[in-house]
């Protein structure tokens, strides 16, 4: 089985590490303040999970998920990611992270900023539209009426495909966007944002979106 490794601990993350070591996947997770501050998410977790630093979460992984504030994505480690698919779980909000130009004026993604930061590394737009606590609650099994639909969106199809498998072991259906230059559509205050939708809604409500809110 695959090994995730984690970088970011905050609601997102810790709710992807559970639900991953639920599904069968090891987890190495990092934090900013370092791995023994994590003894009782480990200890929740149970032995298919392990604290380290960003750059030992990144190389353990074998696929990685990013999930840091817009704001300290330059602190994430690029060589230990290299060549490896990176799910990017972020959100602009220019509160916390202060007003970047391109993005106000819609002519980049968060996605694609991370996808700079990270060039060498196959990044996937995963898991930035949903509550944090409804990862490990609102799954429901393949077939299920009215499933809940997570959105992707990517430029590598094998990194899509992966974000795709682990929405279904999640509980969740999956639409796919297209490439990250369209992940704007399911970011920050439009209409497939933080919503519950089945696949049929939330391709509609891709649809709808408008490039600035």
Do not use: C
Request: glycine letters at 8%; charged letters at 25%.
């Amino acid at each position: 089985m695959t090994t995730l490794g984690i970088i970011g601990a905050g609601h997102i993350g810790s709710q992807v590490a559970r639900a991953a070591v639920t599904a069968g996947y090891d987890v190495v997770i990092a934090n900013s303040r370092g791995p023994e501050t994590l003894a009782d998410l480990i200890a929740e977790l149970g032995p298919k999970a392990s604290a380290a630093t960003a750059e030992e979460a990144g190389r353990a992984g074998e696929v990685v998920v990013v999930t840091v504030p817009l704001r300290a994505i330059e602190q994430v480690p690029v060589e230990p990611l290299a060549g490896k698919i990176v799910l990017d779980t972020n959100n602009y909000y220019f509160e916390r992270d202060g007003h970047i130009d391109a993005l106000d004026r819609g002519e980049t993604t968060t996605s694609e900023i991370v996808q700079r930061h990270l060039p060498t590394s196959r990044v996937v737009k995963a898991f930035n539209h949903i509550l944090w606590g409804d990862i490990t609650t609102d799954g429901a099994p393949a077939g299920s009426p009215n499933r809940r639909a997570l959105a992707t969106a990517g430029d590598d199809a094998e990194a899509v495909a992966f974000v795709t498998r682990l929405y279904d072991e999640f509980g969740f259906d999956t639409v796919n966007i297209g490439p990250l230059s369209e992940s704007w559509r399911v970011e920050r205050d439009r209409p497939a944002y933080v919503v519950r939708q089945n696949a049929e809604e939330l391709t509609a409500n891709l649809a709808k979106a408008n490039r600035l809110p």
